[in-house]
Protein backbone atom coordinates (compact mmCIF):
# COMPACT_ATOMS: atom_id res chain seq x y z
CA UNK A 1 0.00 0.00 0.00
CA UNK A 2 0.99 3.33 -1.23
CA UNK A 3 2.16 5.87 2.06
CA UNK A 4 1.12 9.24 2.87
CA UNK A 5 3.69 11.96 2.23
CA UNK A 6 3.66 15.60 3.84
CA UNK A 7 4.32 18.08 1.77
CA UNK A 8 4.76 21.70 2.68
CA UNK A 9 3.62 24.64 0.89
CA UNK A 10 4.39 28.32 2.04
CA UNK A 11 2.45 30.92 0.17
CA UNK A 12 5.22 33.32 0.03
CA UNK A 13 3.07 36.20 -0.63
CA UNK A 14 0.25 34.77 1.16
CA UNK A 15 -1.56 34.47 -1.42
CA UNK A 16 -2.40 31.27 -3.28
CA UNK A 17 -1.85 32.72 -6.66
CA UNK A 18 1.22 34.24 -5.76
CA UNK A 19 4.93 32.52 -5.25
CA UNK A 20 5.00 28.86 -3.80
CA UNK A 21 7.77 27.39 -2.00
CA UNK A 22 7.19 23.46 -1.59
CA UNK A 23 9.84 21.37 0.45
CA UNK A 24 8.96 17.48 1.88
CA UNK A 25 10.82 15.78 4.72
CA UNK A 26 13.95 13.93 4.73
CA UNK A 27 14.23 15.74 1.11
CA UNK A 28 16.81 17.96 0.21
CA UNK A 29 15.11 19.58 -2.97
CA UNK A 30 13.28 22.64 -2.73
CA UNK A 31 10.48 23.63 -5.55
CA UNK A 32 9.14 27.50 -5.94
CA UNK A 33 6.22 28.10 -8.36
CA UNK A 34 6.26 31.81 -9.21
CA UNK A 35 4.16 33.58 -11.92
CA UNK A 36 5.72 35.69 -14.48
CA UNK A 37 4.35 38.46 -12.91
CA UNK A 38 6.48 38.07 -9.81
CA UNK A 39 9.98 36.82 -10.91
CA UNK A 40 11.53 40.27 -9.90
CA UNK A 41 10.43 40.02 -6.45
CA UNK A 42 12.81 36.92 -5.77
CA UNK A 43 15.95 38.44 -6.57
CA UNK A 44 17.06 38.56 -3.13
CA UNK A 45 16.32 34.56 -2.71
CA UNK A 46 19.37 33.01 -2.24
CA UNK A 47 18.69 29.27 -3.75
CA UNK A 48 17.52 31.09 -7.13
CA UNK A 49 20.76 31.64 -7.53
CA UNK A 50 22.31 28.22 -7.89
CA UNK A 51 21.62 25.32 -10.24
CA UNK A 52 18.74 23.86 -10.99
CA UNK A 53 15.80 22.43 -13.68
CA UNK A 54 12.63 25.14 -14.54
CA UNK A 55 9.33 24.63 -16.38
CA UNK A 56 7.67 27.42 -18.26
CA UNK A 57 3.87 26.38 -18.12
CA UNK A 58 1.81 28.47 -20.91
CA UNK A 59 -1.57 27.93 -22.80
CA UNK A 60 -1.25 28.20 -26.58
CA UNK A 61 -3.85 31.25 -28.13
CA UNK A 62 -4.22 29.55 -31.33
CA UNK A 63 -5.44 26.20 -29.88
CA UNK A 64 -5.48 26.32 -26.74
CA UNK A 65 -3.61 23.50 -25.91
CA UNK A 66 -0.91 23.40 -22.61
CA UNK A 67 2.56 24.63 -23.59
CA UNK A 68 5.76 23.54 -21.44
CA UNK A 69 9.19 24.52 -21.88
CA UNK A 70 12.07 22.59 -19.48
CA UNK A 71 15.17 23.96 -19.23
CA UNK A 72 18.80 24.12 -16.74
CA UNK A 73 20.31 26.46 -15.36
CA UNK A 74 24.12 26.44 -13.51
CA UNK A 75 25.56 28.54 -11.92
CA UNK A 76 27.27 31.95 -13.76
CA UNK A 77 30.49 34.06 -12.91
CA UNK A 78 27.88 36.78 -11.37
CA UNK A 79 26.37 34.83 -8.93
CA UNK A 80 22.85 34.16 -10.96
CA UNK A 81 22.09 30.80 -11.28
CA UNK A 82 17.98 29.85 -12.16
CA UNK A 83 16.46 33.23 -11.44
CA UNK A 84 19.21 34.81 -13.98
CA UNK A 85 17.70 32.25 -16.61
CA UNK A 86 14.39 32.90 -15.97
CA UNK A 87 14.87 36.74 -16.26
CA UNK A 88 16.50 36.33 -19.33
CA UNK A 89 13.57 33.60 -20.64
CA UNK A 90 11.60 36.89 -19.43
CA UNK A 91 13.08 39.32 -21.75
CA UNK A 92 13.33 36.92 -24.71
CA UNK A 93 9.86 37.52 -27.36
CA UNK A 94 9.78 34.08 -28.47
CA UNK A 95 8.63 32.86 -25.32
CA UNK A 96 6.13 35.53 -24.89
CA UNK A 97 3.48 32.23 -24.02
CA UNK A 98 4.53 31.42 -20.86
CA UNK A 99 2.77 32.54 -17.39
CA UNK A 100 4.78 30.88 -14.66
CA UNK A 101 7.53 28.89 -13.87
CA UNK A 102 7.84 26.12 -11.43
CA UNK A 103 11.96 25.41 -10.45
CA UNK A 104 13.63 22.55 -8.78
CA UNK A 105 17.00 23.22 -6.85
CA UNK A 106 18.28 21.95 -3.71
CA UNK A 107 18.49 23.46 -0.34
CA UNK A 108 22.55 22.58 -0.07
CA UNK A 109 23.36 23.68 -3.79
CA UNK A 110 24.35 19.80 -4.52
CA UNK A 111 23.60 20.47 -7.82
CA UNK A 112 26.49 20.13 -10.67
CA UNK A 113 26.45 20.24 -14.92
CA UNK A 114 25.91 16.54 -14.46
CA UNK A 115 23.03 16.46 -12.31
CA UNK A 116 20.70 19.16 -14.50
CA UNK A 117 21.81 17.56 -17.48
CA UNK A 118 20.52 14.28 -16.26
CA UNK A 119 16.98 15.84 -15.08
CA UNK A 120 16.48 18.21 -17.70
CA UNK A 121 17.05 14.90 -19.85
CA UNK A 122 14.65 12.69 -17.67
CA UNK A 123 12.18 15.46 -17.54
CA UNK A 124 11.49 15.64 -20.93
CA UNK A 125 11.04 12.74 -22.01
CA UNK A 126 8.49 12.30 -18.94
CA UNK A 127 6.58 15.25 -20.24
CA UNK A 128 6.71 13.69 -23.86
CA UNK A 129 5.65 10.34 -22.85
CA UNK A 130 2.15 11.52 -20.94
CA UNK A 131 1.71 13.62 -24.24
CA UNK A 132 -0.88 16.12 -21.70
CA UNK A 133 1.86 19.47 -22.52
CA UNK A 134 3.52 20.60 -26.35
CA UNK A 135 6.73 20.08 -24.85
CA UNK A 136 8.28 23.40 -26.53
CA UNK A 137 12.04 22.22 -26.41
CA UNK A 138 13.60 22.06 -29.79
CA UNK A 139 16.25 19.05 -29.19
CA UNK A 140 16.54 16.60 -26.98
CA UNK A 141 18.72 17.26 -24.17
CA UNK A 142 21.79 15.24 -23.46
CA UNK A 143 21.43 13.03 -20.29
CA UNK A 144 25.07 13.11 -19.48
CA UNK A 145 27.20 10.64 -18.49
CA UNK A 146 26.73 9.30 -14.36
CA UNK A 147 27.54 6.38 -12.07
CA UNK A 148 24.40 4.24 -11.25
CA UNK A 149 24.54 5.27 -7.79
CA UNK A 150 24.17 9.20 -8.97
CA UNK A 151 21.65 7.49 -11.08
CA UNK A 152 19.69 6.21 -8.33
CA UNK A 153 20.33 9.32 -6.35
CA UNK A 154 18.63 11.36 -9.21
CA UNK A 155 15.89 8.89 -9.98
CA UNK A 156 14.58 9.54 -6.49
CA UNK A 157 14.80 13.22 -7.02
CA UNK A 158 12.55 12.46 -10.14
CA UNK A 159 10.18 10.72 -8.13
CA UNK A 160 9.58 13.62 -5.46
CA UNK A 161 9.47 15.83 -8.15
CA UNK A 162 6.63 14.05 -9.98
CA UNK A 163 4.92 14.28 -6.72
CA UNK A 164 5.30 18.09 -6.32
CA UNK A 165 4.50 18.93 -9.71
CA UNK A 166 0.79 17.70 -9.35
CA UNK A 167 0.83 18.71 -6.16
CA UNK A 168 1.66 22.53 -7.89
CA UNK A 169 -1.42 22.10 -10.54
CA UNK A 170 0.63 20.42 -13.37
CA UNK A 171 -0.20 17.12 -14.54
CA UNK A 172 2.92 17.12 -17.24
CA UNK A 173 4.24 13.84 -16.15
CA UNK A 174 0.89 11.85 -15.41
CA UNK A 175 0.00 9.90 -18.52
CA UNK A 176 -4.15 10.53 -19.54
CA UNK A 177 -4.87 7.27 -19.03
CA UNK A 178 -3.39 6.09 -16.00
CA UNK A 179 -6.14 4.21 -14.54
CA UNK A 180 -7.64 3.34 -11.04
CA UNK A 181 -9.19 -0.13 -10.44
CA UNK A 182 -13.18 -0.23 -10.92
CA UNK A 183 -13.19 -2.82 -8.21
CA UNK A 184 -10.90 -2.49 -5.01
CA UNK A 185 -10.39 -6.70 -3.89
CA UNK A 186 -8.94 -6.33 -0.08
CA UNK A 187 -7.74 -9.73 -1.01
CA UNK A 188 -5.53 -8.48 -4.07
CA UNK A 189 -2.93 -5.81 -3.00
CA UNK A 190 -2.14 -5.24 -6.51
CA UNK A 191 -5.87 -4.81 -8.01
CA UNK A 192 -5.62 -5.06 -12.33
CA UNK A 193 -6.73 -1.99 -13.59
CA UNK A 194 -10.05 -2.62 -15.75
CA UNK A 195 -10.26 -2.13 -19.35
CA UNK A 196 -13.64 -1.84 -20.89
CA UNK A 197 -15.01 -1.99 -24.44
CA UNK A 198 -17.61 -0.91 -26.43
CA UNK A 199 -18.97 -2.41 -29.66
CA UNK A 200 -22.17 -1.43 -31.32
CA UNK A 201 -23.05 -1.78 -35.20
CA UNK A 202 -24.67 1.35 -36.65
CA UNK A 203 -26.87 0.17 -39.16
CA UNK A 204 -26.96 3.11 -41.39
CA UNK A 205 -23.54 3.90 -41.96
CA UNK A 206 -22.77 0.20 -41.83
CA UNK A 207 -19.89 0.62 -39.85
CA UNK A 208 -19.09 -1.26 -36.61
CA UNK A 209 -17.36 1.08 -33.21
CA UNK A 210 -14.64 -0.96 -31.61
CA UNK A 211 -13.42 0.94 -28.85
CA UNK A 212 -12.03 0.68 -25.43
CA UNK A 213 -11.59 2.80 -22.74
CA UNK A 214 -10.46 3.22 -18.85
CA UNK A 215 -11.53 5.15 -15.98
CA UNK A 216 -9.20 7.32 -14.21
CA UNK A 217 -9.06 9.41 -11.35
CA UNK A 218 -9.77 12.54 -13.78
CA UNK A 219 -12.97 11.07 -15.91
CA UNK A 220 -13.05 8.94 -18.43
CA UNK A 221 -10.11 7.82 -21.26
CA UNK A 222 -11.09 6.39 -24.85
CA UNK A 223 -8.21 4.83 -25.73
CA UNK A 224 -5.71 5.64 -28.88
CA UNK A 225 -6.93 2.74 -31.54
CA UNK A 226 -10.49 2.63 -30.93
CA UNK A 227 -12.14 2.27 -34.22
CA UNK A 228 -15.21 5.05 -33.80
CA UNK A 229 -17.93 6.09 -36.26
CA UNK A 230 -17.12 8.42 -38.90
CA UNK A 231 -18.01 12.01 -39.80
CA UNK A 232 -18.18 14.57 -37.19
CA UNK A 233 -21.61 13.47 -35.60
CA UNK A 234 -24.03 10.85 -37.44
CA UNK A 235 -27.06 12.15 -35.17
CA UNK A 236 -28.49 15.68 -34.39
CA UNK A 237 -28.34 14.58 -30.79
CA UNK A 238 -25.01 14.47 -30.06
CA UNK A 239 -23.50 17.65 -28.14
CA UNK A 240 -21.92 20.63 -29.31
CA UNK A 241 -18.86 20.18 -27.15
CA UNK A 242 -18.35 16.13 -28.64
CA UNK A 243 -18.93 17.30 -32.06
CA UNK A 244 -16.12 19.86 -31.82
CA UNK A 245 -13.92 17.43 -30.10
CA UNK A 246 -14.75 14.79 -32.84
CA UNK A 247 -13.75 17.66 -35.74
CA UNK A 248 -10.08 18.56 -33.43
CA UNK A 249 -9.73 14.93 -32.68
CA UNK A 250 -6.35 13.28 -34.49
CA UNK A 251 -8.37 10.55 -36.15
CA UNK A 252 -7.32 8.52 -39.39
CA UNK A 253 -9.58 6.53 -41.07
CA UNK A 254 -11.79 6.52 -38.25
CA UNK A 255 -8.92 5.54 -36.11
CA UNK A 256 -8.43 7.57 -32.65
CA UNK A 257 -4.43 8.50 -32.66
CA UNK A 258 -4.83 9.89 -29.08
CA UNK A 259 -6.02 9.12 -25.94
CA UNK A 260 -8.90 11.54 -25.33
CA UNK A 261 -10.55 12.94 -21.49
CA UNK A 262 -14.61 13.02 -21.31
CA UNK A 263 -16.28 13.55 -18.15
CA UNK A 264 -18.53 10.87 -17.95
CA UNK A 265 -18.84 6.96 -19.66
CA UNK A 266 -22.20 8.38 -21.40
CA UNK A 267 -19.77 11.25 -23.06
CA UNK A 268 -17.79 9.04 -24.24
CA UNK A 269 -20.21 6.93 -25.55
CA UNK A 270 -21.76 9.79 -27.81
CA UNK A 271 -17.91 10.69 -28.86
CA UNK A 272 -17.15 6.83 -30.83
CA UNK A 273 -21.24 6.81 -31.73
CA UNK A 274 -21.52 9.79 -32.78
CA UNK A 275 -25.32 9.71 -31.41
CA UNK A 276 -26.47 10.16 -27.97
CA UNK A 277 -25.68 6.81 -26.01
CA UNK A 278 -25.92 5.40 -22.36
CA UNK A 279 -22.26 4.78 -21.26
CA UNK A 280 -23.19 3.31 -17.87
CA UNK A 281 -24.79 0.23 -20.07
CA UNK A 282 -22.62 0.13 -23.04
CA UNK A 283 -18.72 0.14 -21.72
CA UNK A 284 -18.02 -3.74 -20.51
CA UNK A 285 -15.44 -6.14 -19.33
CA UNK A 286 -14.27 -8.54 -21.68
CA UNK A 287 -16.93 -11.10 -19.82
CA UNK A 288 -19.64 -8.86 -20.16
CA UNK A 289 -19.87 -6.86 -17.32
CA UNK A 290 -21.21 -3.58 -17.66
CA UNK A 291 -19.40 -0.42 -15.93
CA UNK A 292 -22.97 -0.06 -14.22
CA UNK A 293 -22.71 -3.22 -12.82
CA UNK A 294 -18.70 -3.01 -11.44
CA UNK A 295 -20.32 0.17 -9.57
CA UNK A 296 -22.81 -1.45 -8.44
CA UNK A 297 -20.62 -4.60 -6.63
CA UNK A 298 -18.38 -2.03 -5.46
CA UNK A 299 -21.13 0.04 -3.54
CA UNK A 300 -22.50 -3.09 -2.55
CA UNK A 301 -21.75 -3.37 1.30
CA UNK A 302 -19.59 -6.19 2.09
CA UNK A 303 -20.72 -9.51 2.61
CA UNK A 304 -24.21 -8.84 0.46
CA UNK A 305 -24.44 -11.30 -2.37
CA UNK A 306 -24.25 -10.18 -6.10
Same mark, same amino acid.
Given at each position: ??????????????? +?????? @????????? +??????????? @????????? !???????? %???????????????? %????????????????????? $??????????? !????????????????? @??????????????????????????????????????????????????????????????? !??????????????????????????????????????????????????? %????????? $???????????? $????????? +????????? @?????????? $????????????????????
Amino acid at each position: MARGKNINLFLMDGD +ASGRIK @CTLANWTGV +AYKIPRTEIEK @CKNREDLKW !SGVYFLFG %ISDDTGENIAYIGQAG %IRKNGEGILFRLMEHKRNPDK $DYWTEAVVFTT !SNNSFGPTEISYLENKF @CNLAIEASRYIVKNGNDPSPGHITEEKESELEEFVDYAKLIMGTLGHKIFVPLNKSVPVIEDI !SDTASEEIELFFTRTIKKLNFTVEASAKQTAEGFVVLKGSKIAPGSGTDET %ISPGNRKKR $DECKIIDSILQE $DVLFTSPSS +AAEFVTGKS @CNGWTSWKTK $DGKTLHDLEEKKAAPEGTAY
